[in-house]
C-alpha cells in the first residue's frame, strides 16, 4: 500500500488515486476548437446513429417528443441514412476515410496550434465534435490530463443558434458536471460581426473571385436556415446573419442588388428562415442572371451543406434555368485568412489567461 493510501485510510478517508486527478499546478491553458460533427462512415447503420443523435437533441428538434419520436423513429430513420448516405459519399475524404468537416477542422486546430506556439508554449490547442466523435467530453479530460487548468471553449459558428453554439456549450457543461475538479472555463462569443472575421471572409472571397474565369453578375451569401419559429422565440441567429451579410457587402463595396442573401438546408415541413437559397438561385437564373457566385460565410469549413448542397444540387438548379456559369466558394477552412483570424480572435479571449 502507498504511503497516500495508509494516510487516506488513517482518516477514515477513501485512498486518493493520483491518476483520478489532474496534474497540480501545470497552468497550462487549453483551447478546445468545438464543431457540429459528422457521421463515422456514409453506410445505412454509421448514418443511422449520426442523425439519431443529431435529430434526438431537443436544441435542434423542438417539437414535443410524443410527435417527434415516432416521426424520427419509423418515418425519418428509416429512409434518410441510406439518402444521405448517398450525398456524404459523393464528398467523402477516402484517403482518411472521414468526413471534409473533419479534415479541415483537425487542419484548423493544427493551423491555430502552429500560431500559438511561438506566442505562449502553455497553450494546448485541440478540437472536438458536438455528435460523434472526437466526443467533447472525451478531449475536455484530454485537456485536464495535460495539466490544462483553463479551458477556453471555441465554436466555430459566426453567427449563434440554439441549434449550434448552444447545444455545443450544453455538452460542454454536461461534461463538466461530472467532474469533482472543472477547469476555468472561458467561451468566444459570436464572431459574426468582427472584424477579424469579415475581414478574412472578404479578402478569401476576393481572392477566390479573381481565379476565377468569368465575373460573376451576383453574389449569393447563404447561410444555414432554422425554423422561422426560432426567430420568433427570440433566436438572434436570423439578425446577425443579416449583420454579417451587410457589412460584408460593405467590405465588398457592393449593391445589394449584386451581393444578396438567403439561407438553405431546410428541413421538414415547417416554415424557414426566407428567403430559401434553392428558389434564390431558381429566380436568378430565370431573370437572367447567367454568372453566379455562392459564398457560404456561416460555415468555418466546407462540409456536406456547402460541398453537396451548394457546390452540386444549387449548380444544377442554376444551370437548369438558364444560368451558364457558377462557382461555389470555398470556406476559410484552413486558409491563411482563417489562421490569421483565429489567433486575433483566440489571443483575444486569452487576454488575462496569458
Ligand atoms: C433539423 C434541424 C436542423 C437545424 C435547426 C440545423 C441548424 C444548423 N445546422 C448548421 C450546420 C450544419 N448542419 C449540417 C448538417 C445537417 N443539419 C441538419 C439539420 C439541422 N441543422 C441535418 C439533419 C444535417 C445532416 C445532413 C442531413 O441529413 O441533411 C452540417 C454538415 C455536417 C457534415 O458532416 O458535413 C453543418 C455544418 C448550422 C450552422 C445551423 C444553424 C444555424
Ligand atoms: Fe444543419
Ligand atoms: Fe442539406
Same mark, same amino acid.
Given at each position: 500500500? &502507498?504511503?497516500?493510501?495508509?494516510?487516506?485510510?488513517?482518516?477514515?478517508?477513501?485512498?486518493?488515486?493520483?491518476?483520478?486527478?489532474?496534474?497540480?499546478?501545470?497552468?497550462?491553458?487549453?483551447?478546445?476548437?468545438?464543431?457540429?460533427?459528422?457521421?463515422?462512415?456514409?453506410?445505412?447503420?454509421?448514418?443511422?446513429?449520426?442523425?439519431?443523435?443529431?435529430?434526438?437533441?431537443?436544441?435542434?428538434?423542438?417539437?414535443?417528443?410524443?410527435?417527434?419520436?415516432?416521426?424520427?423513429? +419509423?418515418?425519418?430513420?428509416?429512409?434518410?441514412?441510406? !439518402?444521405?448516405?448517398?450525398?456524404?459519399?459523393?464528398?467523402?475524404?477516402? $484517403? =482518411?476515410?472521414?468526413?471534409?468537416?473533419?479534415?479541415?477542422?483537425?487542419?484548423?486546430?493544427? $493551423?491555430?496550434?502552429?500560431?500559438?506556439?511561438?506566442?505562449?508554449?502553455?497553450?494546448?490547442?485541440?478540437?472536438?465534435?458536438?455528435?460523434?466523435?472526437?466526443?467533447?467530453?472525451? =478531449?475536455?479530460?484530454?485537456? $485536464? $490530463?495535460?495539466?490544462? /487548468?483553463?479551458?477556453?471553449?471555441?465554436?466555430?459558428?459566426?453567427?449563434?443558434?440554439?441549434?449550434?453554439?448552444?447545444?455545443?456549450?450544453?455538452?460542454? @457543461?454536461?461534461?463538466?458536471?461530472?467532474?469533482?475538479?472543472?477547469?476555468?472555463?472561458?467561451?468566444?462569443?459570436?464572431?459574426? !460581426? /468582427?472584424?477579424?472575421?469579415?475581414?478574412?471572409?472578404?479578402?478569401?472571397?476576393?481572392?477566390?473571385?479573381?481565379?476565377?474565369? *468569368?465575373?460573376?453578375?451576383?453574389?449569393?451569401?447563404? *447561410?444555414?436556415? &432554422?425554423?422561422?419559429?426560432?426567430?420568433?422565440?427570440? #433566436?438572434?441567429?436570423?439578425?446577425?446573419?443579416?449583420?454579417?451579410?451587410?457589412?460584408?457587402?460593405?467590405?465588398?463595396?457592393?449593391?445589394?442588388?449584386? @451581393?444578396?442573401?438567403? +439561407?438553405?438546408?431546410?428541413?421538414?415541413?415547417?416554415?424557414?428562415?426566407?428567403?430559401?437559397? #434553392?428558389?434564390?438561385?431558381?429566380?436568378?437564373?430565370?431573370?437572367?442572371?447567367?454568372?453566379?457566385?455562392?459564398?457560404?460565410?456561416? @460555415?468555418?469549413? #466546407?462540409?456536406?451543406?456547402?460541398?453537396?448542397?451548394?457546390?452540386?444540387?444549387?449548380?444544377?438548379? *442554376?444551370?437548369?434555368?438558364?444560368?451558364?456559369?457558377?462557382?461555389?466558394?470555398?470556406?476559410?477552412? /484552413?486558409?491563411?485568412?482563417?489562421?490569421?483570424?483565429?489567433?486575433?480572435?483566440?489571443?483575444?479571449?486569452?487576454?488575462?489567461?496569458?
Amino acid at each position: 500500500m &502507498t504511503s497516500v493510501a495508509t494516510a487516506g485510510a488513517g482518516n477514515g478517508l477513501s485512498p486518493h488515486k493520483p491518476t483520478d486527478h489532474p496534474p497540480v499546478q501545470s497552468g497550462r491553458i487549453g483551447v478546445l476548437l468545438l464543431n457540429l460533427g459528422t457521421p463515422e462512415g456514409t453506410d445505412y447503420w454509421s448514418m443511422r446513429r449520426y442523425l439519431k443523435e443529431f435529430l434526438s437533441d431537443r436544441r435542434v428538434i423542438e417539437t414535443s417528443r410524443l410527435i417527434w419520436w415516432p416521426v424520427l423513429n +419509423f418515418i425519418i430513420l428509416t429512409r434518410r441514412p441510406a !439518402a444521405k448516405g448517398r450525398d456524404y459519399a459523393s464528398i467523402w475524404n477516402t $484517403q =482518411r476515410n472521414e468526413s471534409p468537416l473533419k479534415t479541415i477542422t483537425r487542419a484548423q486546430t493544427e $493551423q491555430l496550434a502552429a500560431a500559438l506556439a511561438g506566442v505562449d508554449g502553455r497553450i494546448v490547442v485541440d478540437w472536438a465534435m458536438r455528435y460523434g466523435h472526437p466526443a467533447i467530453e472525451d =478531449r475536455l479530460k484530454a485537456l $485536464q $490530463q495535460q495539466g490544462c /487548468d483553463r479551458i477556453l471553449l471555441v465554436p466555430l459558428y459566426p453567427q449563434y443558434a440554439a441549434a449550434t453554439t448552444a447545444t455545443a456549450m450544453d455538452h460542454a @457543461f454536461r461534461a463538466l458536471m461530472k467532474m469533482r475538479w472543472q477547469p476555468a472555463i472561458r467561451a468566444v462569443p459570436p464572431y459574426y !460581426a /468582427d472584424p477579424a472575421y469579415i475581414g478574412a471572409v472578404a479578402a478569401s472571397l476576393k481572392k477566390h473571385l479573381a481565379q476565377l474565369d *468569368f465575373e460573376p453578375e451576383v453574389i449569393l451569401a447563404s *447561410f444555414h436556415g &432554422t425554423p422561422k419559429d426560432c426567430l420568433l422565440k427570440g #433566436d438572434p441567429y436570423y439578425c446577425q446573419c443579416h449583420a454579417t451579410w451587410r457589412l460584408l457587402r460593405e467590405a465588398m463595396g457592393l449593391p445589394e442588388e449584386r @451581393f444578396r442573401m438567403s +439561407f438553405q438546408s431546410r428541413f421538414g415541413k415547417d416554415e424557414w428562415l426566407r428567403p430559401y437559397t #434553392d428558389e434564390t438561385i431558381i429566380a436568378l437564373a430565370r431573370s437572367g442572371v447567367k454568372r453566379l457566385a455562392v459564398v457560404t460565410p456561416g @460555415f468555418a469549413a #466546407d462540409c456536406l451543406e456547402t460541398l453537396e448542397e451548394i457546390g452540386v444540387e444549387n449548380a444544377g438548379y *442554376f444551370r437548369e434555368n438558364g444560368g451558364e456559369q457558377y462557382a461555389a466558394i470555398p470556406c476559410l477552412n /484552413d486558409s491563411p485568412e482563417n489562421g490569421e483570424m483565429l489567433r486575433r480572435i483566440v489571443l483575444r479571449e486569452l487576454q488575462g489567461w496569458i
